[in-house]
């Protein structure tokens, strides 16, 4: 089983910069997809990103396209998720999923939560004006 741990949500201005993290123990991400998710208040869950284990490739909603860059770090077995020129738009809590295997990317199906099999806790973006 594959326990997951976000950090690094906070209170940021608008136009300013958070870097999430996405810590896995029990196993390791080379053989895993690796997404993140966020809600915001009174909206359903959506993906922001996703990362393949396998080869790097990742995927981005339109909405953070040139904003955010998902990477990782094989050594420490930890996912990032930078946040570039917050909006306001982007509070919300940002969830990290895992799935076994890459089948999501490879299929762009990255987006659906049913995909996954392992959540983190959450953790807690706010972006004032």
Known sequence: EVHIVESGGGLVQAG???RLSCAASGDTFDDYAIGWFRQAPGKEREGVSCIS?????TSYADSVKGRFTVSMDNAKNTVYLQMNS????????YYCAVTFGTRVVVEDTWTEEDEYSYWGQGTRVTVSP
């Open 86 to 93: 917050l909006e306001p738009e982007d509070t919300a809590v």
């Open 16 to 18: 300013g910069s958070l």
């Open 53 to 57: 284990g396998h080869d790097g490739s």
